[in-house]
Structures are given as C-alpha cells and as structure tokens.
C-alpha cells in the first residue's frame, strides 16, 4: 500500500519549514554574539583609552615638575662668601 502524495507533500514541506525555521534561528543566535563580542570588544578599547590617558596625564604632571626643579636649579646662583 502506497502512500498518497498528499501525505508525502505534507511531510515534505513540514520537513521543509522546520530547517528552515532552525536555520533562521542559527542566523539570530549568531547575530547575537557577534553584537555581545562588538560591545564587549569597544568596552575593552575605551577602558583601554581611558586608561592610557590617565597615566599620560601623570607622566604630564611628572614631566611638568621636574622642568620647575630643574628650571629652579639653573636659575640659583651660587653660593659666595
């Protein structure tokens, strides 16, 4: 006994839309992480700029000091008497 076309075209197009419905799905979560990986990856670059920043300004502040030591070394006289 023979199956009816109608059965097997039934199966067929249920078999059809669930690969099709679990590769949209596939599509979505991919999507997803990627979208996570982009946040997480810009968070990282701008707590990595700020980071560089702040010890710049440091080593500003270090670089600025020293020039007032060494500015008030060149303009001391001597000592006389």
């Not at 707590?47 to 070394?73: F, H, N, R």
């Amino acid at each position: 006994m023979a199956l009816d076309a109608s059965i097997i075209e039934a199966v067929a197009n249920s078999n059809f839309k669930t690969m099709s419905e679990l590769a949209v799905q596939n599509v979505l979560g991919h999507q997803q992480r990627l979208q996570i990986l982009a946040e997480k990856s810009l968070a990282k670059s701008l707590e990595s700029m700020d980071t560089v920043q702040s010890t710049e300004m440091d080593a500003g502040a270090l670089v600025a000091q020293l020039q007032q030591i060494l500015k008030g070394a060149q303009t001391t006289p001597p000592v006389t008497g």
